[in-house]
């Protein structure tokens, strides 16, 4: 990811909106993938139901995500499916790394 706008919005460490001719869509970022790491830094995921751990990892995502260098590499998880091929290729890949 370069300079500007990344292009996504984040539930958590959830993609939830790809702005549209975006960095991140240009990248193929899509909602539903997780957020997994942050240049090279891995995004803790928490307990479900603490809202405690919860806000923290969220507060951690943001500082993260706006001290991070320009370029920058996020990793994206990409979520499994029900459809043939794209299970398959989650499956093999398992990741989505952005630049």
């Given at each position: 990811?370069?300079d500007g706008p990344?292009?996504?919005?984040?539930?958590?460490?959830?993609?939830?909106?790809?702005?549209d001719d975006g960095?991140?869509?240009?990248?193929?970022?899509?909602?539903?993938?997780?957020?997994?790491?942050?240049?090279?830094?891995?995004?803790?995921?928490?307990?479900?139901?603490?809202?405690?751990?919860?806000?923290?990892?969220?507060?951690?995502?943001?500082?993260?995500?706006?001290?991070?260098?320009?370029?920058?590499?996020?990793?994206?998880?990409?979520?499994?499916?029900?459809?043939?091929?794209?299970?398959?290729?989650?499956e093999e890949e398992?990741?989505?790394?952005?630049?």
């Amino acid at each position: 990811f370069g300079d500007g706008p990344l292009g996504f919005t984040l539930e958590g460490n959830i993609v939830v909106d790809v702005e549209d001719d975006g960095q991140a869509e240009k990248l193929g970022v899509e909602i539903g993938d997780r957020l997994a790491e942050i240049a090279g830094y891995v995004v803790p995921t928490c307990k479900t139901g603490d809202v405690a751990e919860e806000e923290e990892i969220n507060r951690k995502i943001r500082k993260w995500l706006k001290e991070m260098p320009r370029p920058s590499r996020l990793t994206f998880k990409i979520p499994k499916t029900s459809s043939s091929a794209a299970a398959a290729f989650a499956e093999e890949e398992g990741a989505n790394t952005a630049e």
